[in-house]
Nanobody, 123 residues
Framework: VQLQASGGGLVQAGGSLRLSCAAS????????MGWFRQAPGKEREFVSA????????NYADSVKGRSTISRDNAKNTVYLQMNSLKPDDTAVYYC?????????????????WGQGTQVTVSS
């Protein structure tokens, strides 16, 4: 499965962005999906996850209440809506696909990774 993330950009604090991650084929519906991010000088960290069907989701405390993960299996796409953005949200955001894990929240549970999309939040 190949993943293509998009939707990043430069936004002022308090603004919103919707990230998208398009998968290359129908195997997408067999994968739980996750979003991770990595800021300069920091380790990659979990942001959000969604099960194969979309019936369950999980969020890091840092984005809970401000972000919504969703997916459209007909379009082979997962989304991350981020609101009330803060400068601390500045990072490269990666989508990733997991096999065999119901709701994966750690990087090692993900087999396929997208190339990342830059999110920059100015103060």
């Amino acid at each position: 499965v190949q993943l293509q993330a998009s939707g990043g950009g430069l936004v002022q604090a308090g603004g919103s962005l919707r990230l998208s991650c398009a998968a290359s084929d129908r195997r997408f519906s067999n994968n739980a999906m996750g979003w991770f991010r990595q800021a300069p000088g920091k380790e990659r960290e979990f942001v959000s996850a969604i099960t194969r069907s979309g019936s369950a989701t999980n969020y890091a405390d840092s984005v809970k209440g401000r972000s919504t993960i969703s997916r459209d299996n007909a379009k082979n796409t997962v989304y991350l809506q981020m609101n009330s953005l803060k400068p601390d949200d500045t990072a490269v955001y990666y989508c990733a696909a997991s096999t065999g894990v119901y709701l994966p929240t750690v990087a090692r549970d993900h087999v396929y990774w997208g190339q990342g999309t830059q999110v920059t939040v100015s103060s």
